[in-house]
């Protein structure tokens, strides 16, 4: 991203984090109007914080650090009662910044240097990579997730299975929570999504998508096609693409969608193992998982790449089988 892309994106930063600040100042000018108790105790308090301060760097006695420190909590005890009775369902201490991990600066400390923030880094994927692929997530949800679309006919003949399409989706979704509530946990497995078109795959990834974002992880999505090229553009020099490529390697949560549409080649085999190894190693201690989502049937899948490929797969990821007639045609009669 360019620096001029940076900048306008830190101005919204700057712009959210004042709206938030002015917001808290209003809402405690309303509860002074009506309160000036309460007003005395945020004054009384602000000048004994100063005072704690100056203090210390005179090299005060203990005794005074004591008082001082008694006073404090006992008008902290008097505002809160104040507070609880007046039923706020907000809090007057901090304003209600949309991240509270950076309170809406976009960078936060880390081994004692100043890093991006999770929310800044997935704003950049978003306008850098992740476009409209999941821009959605409003609708595309759990929350909007319909079992009904999917048939609850056992027809072994026709989807090669003992259990409907609709108890299979149930299952999967039992899978993908699992997934979402273990995310930290190294032993977990990754999503492999298969099935033909029109089967909820992408849905679902973007559900799992917005509940990992939730958790303020970030979230690539990118197509086969497209992600293989720009490692291989990276590698030959084409281009400078060295943060979409270490970005693949280190996001949270990597979705890789339409397995299978990219052409074939050795050096592509190497990079999608490569990526998919990496991945799974979690290097620098940092859990990263990956859903890959294919339209190929598992005997394509395993006749098409390469046993090093196919062996991380069946070893690391939990393969989800989708079947069923294409639901897309039965959304816009539910």
Same mark, same amino acid.
Request: charged share 25%.
């Given at each position: 991203?360019?620096?001029?892309?940076?900048?306008?994106?830190? /101005?919204?930063?700057?712009? /959210?984090?004042?709206?938030?600040?002015?917001?808290?100042?209003?809402?405690?000018?309303?509860?002074?109007?009506?309160?000036?108790?309460?007003?005395?105790?945020?004054?009384?308090?602000?000048?004994?914080?100063?005072?704690?301060?100056?203090?210390?760097?005179?090299?005060?006695?203990?005794?005074?650090?004591? !008082?001082?420190? &008694?006073?404090?909590?006992?008008?902290?005890?008097?505002?809160?009662?104040?507070?609880?009775?007046?039923?706020?369902?907000? #809090?007057?201490?901090?304003?209600?910044?949309?991240?509270? +991990?950076?309170?809406? *600066?976009?960078?936060?400390?880390?081994?004692?240097?100043?890093?991006?923030? !999770?929310?800044?880094?997935?704003?950049?994927? #978003?306008? &850098?990579?992740?476009?409209?692929?999941? $821009?959605?997530?409003?609708?595309?949800?759990?929350? !909007?997730?319909?079992?009904?679309?999917?048939?609850?006919?056992? !027809?072994?003949?026709?989807?090669?299975?003992? +259990?409907?399409?609709?108890?299979? +989706?149930?299952?999967?979704?039992?899978?993908? @929570?699992?997934?979402?509530?273990?995310?930290?946990?190294?032993?977990?497995?990754?999503?492999?999504?298969?099935?033909?078109? $029109?089967?909820?795959? *992408?849905?679902?990834?973007?559900?799992?998508?917005?509940?990992?974002?939730?958790?303020?992880?970030?979230?690539?999505?990118?197509?086969?096609?497209?992600?293989? @090229?720009?490692? +291989? @553009?990276?590698?030959?020099?084409?281009?400078?693409?060295?943060?979409?490529?270490?970005?693949?390697?280190?996001?949270?949560?990597?979705?890789?969608?339409?397995? $299978?549409? &990219?052409?074939?080649?050795?050096?592509?085999?190497?990079?999608?193992?490569?990526?998919?190894?990496?991945?799974?190693?979690?290097?620098?201690?940092?859990?990263?998982? *990956?859903?890959?989502?294919?339209?190929?049937?598992?005997?394509?899948?395993?006749? *098409?790449?390469?046993?090093?490929?196919?062996?991380?797969?069946?070893?690391?990821?939990?393969?989800?089988?989708?079947? $069923? &007639? @294409?639901?897309?045609?039965?959304k816009g009669s539910n």
């Open positions: 991203m360019d620096n001029n892309s940076l900048k306008e994106i830190l /101005k919204t930063y700057e712009k /959210k984090k004042l709206l938030a600040e002015m917001e808290l100042d209003k809402k405690k000018e309303q509860i002074y109007s009506s309160n000036a108790r309460l007003r005395k105790i945020d004054e009384e308090l602000n000048s004994y914080a100063f005072s704690t301060v100056k203090h210390i760097l005179n090299s005060p006695s203990k005794e005074y650090v004591s !008082n001082l420190q &008694e006073k404090i909590n006992n008008l902290k005890q008097e505002k809160q009662k104040i507070i609880n009775s007046l039923n706020l369902d907000y #809090d007057l201490s901090s304003p209600n910044y949309e991240c509270k +991990i950076c309170n809406d *600066t976009g960078f936060v400390q880390k081994d004692g240097s100043s890093v991006f923030c !999770n929310c800044l880094k997935q704003k950049i994927f #978003d306008i &850098e990579y992740n476009k409209s692929n999941i $821009g959605n997530l409003e609708k595309e949800n759990f929350s !909007n997730f319909k079992f009904n679309l999917y048939s609850d006919e056992i !027809n072994y003949e026709k989807y090669n299975s003992n +259990i409907s399409p609709r108890e299979n +989706i149930k299952n999967i979704k039992s899978i993908c @929570d699992k997934f979402i509530k273990n995310f930290e946990d190294p032993d977990e497995k990754n999503l492999l999504f298969t099935g033909n078109t $029109g089967l909820g795959k *992408t849905y679902l990834s973007n559900c799992i998508a917005k509940e990992i974002l939730s958790q303020g992880k970030t979230v690539l999505y990118q197509t086969s096609s497209v992600m293989l @090229d720009s490692i +291989i @553009d990276y590698k030959f020099g084409k281009n400078n693409s060295l943060n979409i490529y270490n970005n693949i390697l280190d996001v949270d949560l990597l979705i890789i969608d339409d397995l $299978g549409t &990219e052409s074939i080649n050795n050096i592509k085999f190497a990079e999608l193992f490569n990526v998919i190894n990496t991945r799974l190693l979690n290097q620098h201690n940092h859990i990263t998982k *990956t859903i890959i989502s294919t339209n190929l049937s598992l005997k394509n899948l395993f006749s *098409t790449y390469d046993e090093r490929i196919i062996s991380r797969l069946v070893g690391y990821y939990n393969i989800c089988k989708f079947f $069923g &007639e @294409d639901i897309r045609f039965k």
